[in-house]
């Protein structure tokens, strides 16, 4: 937010427009504030909380792009 203070001023007058000061957002408020929930979505699609996913566990054997998968082994997807 310090390099683009102007996205950050237009949530925050979102926020101010649709919750005011007297208490916090919550789910309800979730329609009403499109320009911070883009803007969310946009800082977790440039950089992720983690670099790889949830792991998965491979159920049986299967190949992919002729790679030969044992059944059993654990695979990361790299989401970047």
């Known amino acids: 937010m310090t390099l ?3 996205v950050q001023k237009r949530a925050q ?3 101010d ?3 005011g000061g007297n ?3 919550d789910f ?3 329609d009403d504030l499109p320009y911070l929930e883009a803007m969310i979505k ?3 699609r440039w950089n992720a909380p983690t670099p790889l996913g949830t792991s998965h566990a491979v159920m049986e054997d299967d190949v992919y792009e002729g790679w030969f998968i044992p059944a059993g082994t654990t695979l990361l997807e790299n989401i970047w």
């Open 28 to 30: 309800s408020d979730f």
């Open 23 to 25: 208490r916090l957002p």
């Open 4 to 6: 683009y203070q102007g």
């Open 42 to 44: 946009e800082l977790l």
């Open 13 to 15: 007058a979102e926020i």
């Open 17 to 19: 427009r649709v919750v």
